[in-house]
């Protein structure tokens, strides 16, 4: 979603077309925002601030889990249009 200040107008916007994000009937727009905001914040704030990661979300989802989860994937898309210059020229991959 790029920066963290997007995440609530986005949320927003996708509420507006598709109604309450739901699982299970139970709103979830506040613990996906907070899962996307973390993206851009140090990885020690995943690990400390248990109030925004629930790891027992419904008792099925680990919040904490899917904000790692969205760093890793994040790191696995390293190509290089979001790469320095000296990652191409060495060819890591």
Known sequence: MGS???VWPKLDE???HCGVLEWNGVPFRLQLG???ESHNEPAEEIRINDQRFN???LGLCD?????LLLR???IMDFDNSRSPRVYMIFRFR
């Open 4 to 6: 963290c200040s997007k």
């Open 14 to 16: 996708v509420e507006g």
């Open 34 to 36: 907070y899962v996307c």
């Open 55 to 57: 790891q027992e979300f």
């Open 63 to 67: 919040l904490r889990f899917c904000a």
């Open 72 to 74: 890793l994937a994040d």
